[in-house]
């Protein structure tokens, strides 16, 4: 019930109240079946959504979570996105390589969270590609796949992709992007915005 609030509710974009409902059903959980991994990779999954000032609690429950069940790849996709996130690219890389290797046929949001690690570990093209493959993007995500084109001086692609991301969100602007960003380190919040104004995504429409 938990995970469909969140998904109900948008995901990152759920308002506070729905998240807070999902953060006590996911510790309810917890609280009937203290062993059963899921539950605390919810709850997890429910702070991240908070904010950044949860993350380390978001951290002590994807560890518990990998303690319980060290072969769940979805678990291991989601702290390794969680890692990059948080700077570490190559653990978080590391950790969703072998996502992968757990489970080849993966849902697609697998290539998102791959997208960031490589996108935190500075390997656009990489990252560009893994991007690519989500079948349907949003304008968050043209984004992201504009400013990695950028970093490649691939402007034609670049352009391309803030010219569909724009249609999805006219007035979605890089200030906006960059704050909505979960990336902990104001570095790497840096970086994307250097990437969008690089790609034009002010200014190209």
């Avoid at 019930?1 to 996911?26: F, K, S």
């Avoid at 949860?54 to 996709?77: G, H, I």
């Avoid at 697998?110 to 390997?123: I, Q, S, T, V």
């Amino acid at each position: 019930m938990a995970l469909a609030e969140v998904i109900i509710g948008g995901y990152n974009d759920a308002p506070r109240a729905v998240l807070d409902q999902a953060r006590d059903r996911a510790l309810h959980a917890i609280a009937l079946s203290p062993d059963e991994a899921r539950c605390h990779r919810m709850l997890a999954l429910t702070l991240l959504y908070r904010g950044r000032d949860e993350y380390d609690a978001v951290e002590k429950d994807f560890a518990r979570a990998l303690d319980l069940n060290p072969y769940d790849a979805d678990t291991l996709a989601q702290t390794g996105f969680f890692r990059a996130l948080r700077g570490d690219g190559e653990v978080g890389l590391a950790l969703l390589d072998k996502a992968v290797q757990l489970n080849p046929m993966h849902p697609t949001w697998y290539y998102y969270d791959r997208g960031e690690a490589l996108l935190a570990l500075g390997r656009y093209q990489e990252a560009a590609a893994s991007f690519s493959c989500l079948p349907r993007k949003s304008a968050w995500q043209w984004a992201r796949l504009a400013a990695c084109h950028a970093f490649a001086s691939d402007h034609g692609k670049a352009l391309a992709c803030v010219i569909e991301g724009r249609a999805l969100e006219p007035d979605l602007t890089i200030a906006q992007i960059v704050q909505d960003m979960r990336m902990e380190r104001e570095e790497d919040r840096e970086r994307l915005r250097r990437g969008l104004e690089l790609a034009g995504w002010d200014t190209a429409i």
